[in-house]
């Protein structure tokens, strides 16, 4: 509860920035939702390379893209809300740099398909690579020069005390989020508002290993 507590406070001293970064995603995210879903409704084994089916890769292109955009700017503002520094919306701007996206595109190309091939075969290794990975997003983002492959290491090697914790912490949004999802605007508001706590949250966690692992 003593690290919930503080991600909330520490949200609530930086809720116009970070609110405003997590409501810009989150409806960006629900226009793209919005407008996959009719399109893969009509889409079948059959008819894989038909126009719709571009456009559905099209658009999950465009929504990793924003994903990739978001987290390399966002990550970083929580980073420094945690150690108490000022952040602004401008902040995000500044952290869009060509090295930081690349970072992160590179993380994705690694972790994403592992999660994904994990899922479909049985769910929980998919789910634990998730938790286990999470914290790399966060060595990247403060430390430029980190290596990719590196970085995976380290976080699995850091969450090995405080796995539970993350899972914990995603299971719960992500319920949240499900529910929530049935009504358009309520999703957005429960991504405004959970997601800045929820990154905070595994800040403070990345802090923690960080301090044991020193």
Same mark, same amino acid.
């Given at each position: &509860?003593?690290?919930?507590?503080?991600?909330?406070?520490?949200?609530? !001293? +930086?809720?116009?920035?970070?609110? @405003?970064?997590?409501?810009? $995603?989150?409806?960006?995210?629900?226009?793209?939702?919005?407008?996959?879903?009719?399109? &893969? %409704?009509?889409? *079948?084994?059959?008819?894989?390379? +038909?126009? %719709?089916? #571009?456009? /559905?890769?099209?658009?999950?292109?465009?929504?990793?893209?924003?994903?990739?955009?978001?987290?390399? %700017?966002?990550? =970083?503002?929580?980073?420094?809300?945690?150690?108490?520094? !000022?952040?602004?919306? @401008?902040?995000? !701007? +500044?952290?869009?740099?060509?090295?930081?996206? &690349? +970072?992160?595109?590179?993380?994705?190309? /690694?972790?994403? =398909?592992?999660? &994904?091939?994990?899922?479909?075969?049985?769910?929980?290794?998919?789910? $634990?690579?998730?938790?286990?990975?999470?914290?790399? $997003?966060?060595?990247?983002?403060?430390?430029?020069?980190?290596?990719?492959?590196?970085?995976?290491?380290?976080?699995?090697?850091?969450?090995?005390? #405080? %796995?539970?914790?993350?899972?914990?912490?995603?299971?719960? #949004?992500?319920?949240? *989020?499900?529910? @929530?999802?049935?009504? =358009?605007?309520?999703?957005?508001?429960?991504?405004?508002?959970?997601?800045? /706590?929820? #990154?905070?949250?595994? @800040?403070?966690?990345? !802090?923690?290993?960080?301090?044991?692992?020193?």
């Amino acid at each position: &509860m003593d690290r919930i507590k503080a991600a909330v406070e520490i949200v609530k !001293k +930086n809720y116009i920035p970070l609110m @405003a970064i997590a409501l810009a $995603y989150s409806v960006l995210e629900l226009g793209i939702m919005k407008f996959l879903s009719p399109v &893969m %409704g009509t889409q *079948s084994i059959t008819g894989i390379f +038909n126009s %719709g089916a #571009y456009t /559905v890769i099209l658009a999950l292109l465009g929504f990793e893209f924003i994903r990739i955009i978001f987290l390399t %700017g966002f990550i =970083p503002m929580i980073l420094i809300a945690v150690e108490g520094e !000022k952040i602004s919306v @401008a902040s995000f !701007k +500044n952290f869009i740099t060509r090295k930081k996206i &690349m +970072n992160i595109l590179l993380l994705e190309l /690694v972790v994403l =398909p592992i999660f &994904m091939i994990g899922l479909v075969l049985l769910v929980v290794p998919g789910v $634990y690579w998730f938790v286990v990975t999470l914290i790399s $997003y966060f060595i990247v983002s403060e430390k430029e020069d980190a290596g990719i492959l590196d970085s995976i290491s380290k976080s699995v090697s850091m969450t090995k005390s #405080y %796995g539970w914790w993350i899972f914990i912490y995603v299971f719960i #949004y992500t319920v949240i *989020s499900f529910f @929530a999802s049935m009504v =358009p605007v309520l999703s957005i508001i429960v991504d405004t508002l959970f997601v800045p /706590v929820l #990154y905070t949250l595994i @800040a403070l966690i990345y !802090k923690e290993c960080s301090k044991t692992d020193d």
